[in-house]
């Protein structure tokens, strides 16, 4: 059985962009060793993208955004480093427009679902890597619990961050009491 990996938003401007934080940069290498990890046993890498359009610089309310983001087509739109060179075309690519990806949501509950069909799951785990903690990955470390309850979720702390460390201890500790195992805290 496959494991997964979501790399989720490591993206130019969550790095050294528009909302860029010291220290998001320090996370490159151990993600890039991460995919390789995985790419080597023959896992499954899934990237997810923040991803907002010209339009999305005014609100429904039409205030202004207090810092554009990840414009699509831009270049803080992008994988960060290496990271952009590690991705294939088979892999799953979700573009969103808030912290969680609907559509990751959806593809991990027909996995879920075609598994126990079979009596299966449909990974022996599901782990989460990128930024930012208290938000997108937090997000989506919560929708895949919520897609497969049976999936061990992992989340690697030495794999993400957020600008605020106190909030990322926050975030993690939020996450260890939402049954998912967080790796490599210190």
């Keep these: 059985m496959k494991r997964l990996l979501i790399v989720v938003d490591y993206q130019n401007d969550f790095v050294d962009g528009a909302l860029g934080f010291e220290g998001a940069e320090l996370l490159e290498g ?3 060793r991460k995919i390789d990890e995985y790419r080597e046993a023959g896992d499954t890498v899934y990237f997810t993208f923040d991803t907002h359009h010209k339009d999305y610089l ?3 309310e039409g205030q202004k955004l207090p810092v554009p983001h990840c414009l699509e ?3 803080g739109h992008g994988l960060y480093g290496q ?3 590690k991705v ?3 892999d799953d690519l979700f573009f969103k427009p808030t912290f969680g990806s609907t559509a990751l949501f959806e593809r991990l509950v ?3 679902a075609v598994a126990m069909s079979v009596g299966t799951r449909p990974f022996e785990s599901i782990e989460l890597v990128g930024l930012v903690s208290n938000m997108c990955v937090l997000s989506n470390a919560v929708i895949a619990r919520s897609a497969c309850p049976d999936v061990p979720i992992i989340v690697d702390a030495a794999c993400t961050a957020a600008p605020d460390p106190e909030m990322n201890e926050k975030a993690l500790d939020i996450m260890e009491g939402l049954q998912i195992e967080v790796i490599n805290r210190s």
């Design 30 to 32: 151990p993600i890039a």
């Design 83 to 85: 990271i952009a060179s």
């Design 73 to 75: 087509g831009s270049e």
């Design 110 to 112: 027909n996995r879920q």
């Design 88 to 90: 294939l075309d088979s």
């Design 58 to 60: 005014e609100t429904q």
